[in-house]
């Protein structure tokens, strides 16, 4: 009886998921043929930022479009300095390097500003132009500019270009369902359509999930022991995006612990790990400054710094420092737009730096627990507890957590509870956002962004309990 009612679940849920995938698909492609401004702002940032890395570096994206488009934009009065993330007027802002391009470049780059932009109301751009700049490495900036310097930019084209983010989830769910069968894979194509920090916006993108199935590839060919091309697989993912790194950190701990303690055959496969890893890494690095120049590597470091201490201040993004920055402020005040919202964010940052001793001591108390279960589970794949160092230690933009679809696979091969956890309970924690936010986790309301921010910490802390009891039954 149990197995026919498993059956009939495992059946129904399939269908489901079907229903959920074709629908996400036709709204996707409805949107991007009816609305012309539909991932206008993304693409305009990844597109223009990653091709004009050279030219614009990565401070100088706002002046210069606003050079470009400078008869047509000349009621915009505020965007965002680069260097410093304060909205300003734009007479404050750096002014653009036209020297760097030459005449040809400058007019592609006019052209193509005035192509993307031209697909949205000037208010629109109003607020695009307060957004944070390019943020991607010189290598994925590298890479897409092979794409866009073989496909040119046109009506017949964009449809294609920007789109190309809906095949890498596929592509994804492909490698999950080879790996661990039709269900899992499904179930990893479903939550990539319903994951809320994504919701409706994977497609009208440009390249900016190519970093999923790569890391996907990485956990199978951990899981086949396959140490080496693992290392290659994850190298590239943080090539492109960065924070895949923490997925690393894992395996250097387990290989510290297995290298003080003397265990050469238990070291083995960390340090064939490592060792592609970081050569990947050093490949990359050589790709982005051979593209980008030498000094892009530098710029894209300072970007990143400047990035990573203010959104921990901002609403919407996820980690533990973010929600610390919630609790400790009592401003709760909504916004409508990122120009709004600054000062808010600029008031929980202050918050966190203030309580910066209360934040290291509550992390190292979080991290504490990880490292005692990284310790004992020498029989799990240790790069599943890159969620967790992701998640304790630094603040990322609701779009790289779609890496929670990925879960039910991660933790497919683990014992019964936590299998069963990753799978319904994320599943749970996408339908519970889904009715808190149906048009999308970017908006700027504190009430519900704290309850999201609630909610995600006691998932990791739920999941973290499982693993801990987990690990302590197969030492046993």
Partial sequence: MKAIFQYYLK????????????????????????????????????????????????????????????????????????K????????????CPVNNFSKERWNEFSKDVSFITSRAPLQYWENALTDKGFNATPFWAALSAVVSDIISL??????????????????????????????????????????FGALNIIGGNFLQYGWLPLLAGSFVLWNKKSFGKSGVMLGLATGLQAFPVFFALPVLFNFIFSAINKRNKEAKPYFIFLKTFIVILLFCFLIGGIYGRVYSWTQWSE???????????????????????????????????????????????????KNAILLYLTTVFLLIPVFGTIYRSKKINPMIFGYFFIYITTTLSPYYYLTLALLPFVFWNNSRYVKRFALWGTLGLFLIHLLLFPRGYVVFDYQRHLLSEVLIFYFFFILLILLSLETKKLRI
Avoid at 84 to 95: A, E, F, G, M, R
Avoid at 158 to 179: A, G, H, K, M
Avoid at 339 to 353: C, L, P
Wanted: hydrophobic fraction near 40%.
């Fill in 84 to 95: 410093t993330y304060k909205i300003v007027p734009i007479n404050k802002l750096s002014k």
């Fill in 154 to 195: 046109n009506s017949a084209t964009y449809l294609f270009l920007f789109n190309l983010d809906i095949l890498f989830i596929v592509v994804t769910s492909l490698v999950v369902w080879r790996s661990a069968g039709k269900f899992v894979g499904l179930t990893t194509l479903t939550l990539s359509f319903l994951y």
């Fill in 303 to 353: 970007k990143i710094t400047i990035q990573k201490n203010y959104i921990n201040g901002e609403i919407f993004d996820i980690g533990f420092p973010n929600l610390i920055g919630s609790v400790l402020t009592n401003h709760n005040s909504n916004s409508e737009t990122y120009s709004e919202d600054y000062i808010h964010t600029v008031r929980r940052v202050k918050a966190i730096e």
């Fill in 11 to 82: 059946s129904v849920s399939i269908a489901v998921f079907f229903i959920i995938i074709f629908y996400s698909l036709f709204s996707q492609i409805y949107q991007v043929i009816k609305v012309q401004s539909h991932g206008a702002w993304g693409i305009y940032h990844y597109y223009i930022g990653g091709k004009y890395l050279k030219e614009l570096g990565y401070f100088d994206l706002y002046s210069c479009s606003l050079e470009a488009n400078k008869d047509s934009w000349k009621s915009i009065k505020k965007a965002r300095d680069l």
